[in-house]
């Protein structure tokens, strides 16, 4: 039987996130146990650290207010109190500009110390305004975070060409990000598991938790397939099935679901784009490899991985109108993730009332590649008592009780 300090169950970015610096800032004796499962989200992500994007609800958020936007001029007066931004609290704006932060050093600390480049660049955030309701979208989102002005730059239609010149020449401006930039997130993933693993954390990849191991209301261990593991501290980072082992340590149910994302990837391209972008159609980021990945759908179908070719078109047609020199290029590959949903699209962090030896690290939704670095440091933070850099209660999974 072999007995560790934490055992964390999920490898993603956020469980190798929590086994890095665990391992880097405590002296604990820690397993990784994960077995990767079809729609990993970590291999579905833009690798974005679009700290303000995600934040004011770019993406999805946007086509939801151009559909208020439509019943509004249709004289639909409930539509017309509800037009603005899909803001998320201030809880999480401040989660996520702390984590977006950490990533300058933590590259450094990643290519100095352990060898690894999980491809930081420093790339901005546009959102490409097309029409008059793209405008006041932006507007809305621009006035309701004041406090963040100078992290944006407003560009006319020529700054925009001048800026990225393969852009449509019906874009009639843009919002800049300019601290939100994006990292390769199959290398970020593998940083975090290959500096865990030099800092002597022991892996158990290719590896299931079967079942949690309890004395009454303490957790002690899992259960894998090979062997039983046991623990003091169970770290529950298993994405979209962080609800099986929540069920298996408390005796109850969170609210973590699959929520699928589409991706679309082009074949490698010369560089035509600076930075990342932003419309109200789809998300586009060129790689460092020269490939172009398009996202994403929202679909809650279970845990359907499947591409469907309406999502996959409407993808692609959204990308070719903000970047016309793609109908030069063909699609590589498609594919879909299960992102790790909540209701109020909130992480779900730290202990359990009435459950011992038993921490959520989970429900990131579409901002886990993000969130990984505050989200390693927080449980770091709690394992060795000390006060946590941002406060949990709005995270924590009484919340929905």
């Known amino acids: 039987m072999k007995q560790y300090d934490v055992i964390i169950a999920g490898g993603g970015v956020i469980g190798a996130a929590c086994a890095y610096f665990l391992s880097r800032d405590t002296n604990l004796k820690i397993a990784l146990v994960d077995l990767k499962k079809p729609g990993n989200a970590s291999r579905a992500s833009a690798g974005g650290l679009w700290a303000i994007g995600e934040s004011v609800g770019l993406g999805c958020g946007v086509i939801f207010f151009k559909t208020l936007s ?3 001029s249709e004289g639909d007066t409930e539509a017309a109190e509800t037009l603005r931004p899909h803001q998320l609290p201030e809880c999480f704006f401040e989660l996520a500009l702390k984590s977006n932060e950490l990533y ?27 029409n008059r309701d793209d405008e006041i979208y932006a507007d809305s989102i621009v006035s309701g975070i004041p406090n ?17 010149p393969y852009i449509t020449p019906d874009a009639i401006g843009a919002i800049d990000f300019i601290c939100d930039h994006q990292v390769n997130p199959y290398r970020l993933v593998d940083a975090y598991t290959e500096g865990a693993r030099q800092n002597g954390v022991e892996l158990f990849l290719n590896t299931e938790v079967l079942e949690v191991l309890r004395e009454g209301n303490k957790v002690i261990g899992v259960r894998t397939q090979d062997q039983s593991l046991h623990c003091d501290t ?7 099935w962080a609800d099986d082992i929540y ?45 172009i990945l398009i996202g994403s759908s929202t679909e809650e179908k279970g845990f359907d991985t499947t591409n469907s070719l309406d999502k996959i078109t409407e993808l692609s047609q959204g990308a070719m109108k903000c970047l016309p ?5 063909s699609i ?13 699209e909130l992480p779900i962090l730290g202990p359990v009332d009435g459950v011992e030896g038993y921490i959520n690290a989970c429900g990131h939704f579409r901002t886990g590649i993000l969130m990984s670095a505050i989200t390693g440091t927080l449980i770091t933070e709690l394992m060795t008592g000390k006060p946590t850099s941002v406060d949990l209660a709005p995270f924590r999974v009484e919340r929905f009780e």
């Not at 020199?325 to 290029?329: D, R």
């Not at 590589?332 to 109020?344: E, I, Q, V």
């Open 247 to 291: 069920h298996q340590a408390t005796g109850k149910h969170m609210p973590v679901y699959p929520v699928k994302g589409q991706i679309v990837l082009s074949e490698r391209m010369p560089k035509v784009l600076n930075g990342c972008i932003s419309t109200s159609d789809c998300y586009i980021a060129q790689k460092d490899n020269g490939e």
């Open 332 to 344: 590589k590959r498609c594919w879909a993730g299960l992102r790790p949903g909540t209701p109020d």
């Open 148 to 164: 963040l002005s100078s992290q944006i730059r407003w560009l006319d239609q020529q700054q925009l060409r001048a800026e990225e």
């Open 104 to 130: 300058p050093a933590l590259h450094e600390e990643m290519l100095t110390k352990h060898d690894v480049d999980f491809k930081f660049e420093r790339t901005g955030l546009k959102f490409i305004m097309y």
């Open 325 to 329: 020199v793609l109908k030069e290029s």
């Open 234 to 240: 169970l770290i529950n980072a298993a994405g979209a």
């Open 70 to 72: 439509k019943l509004q």
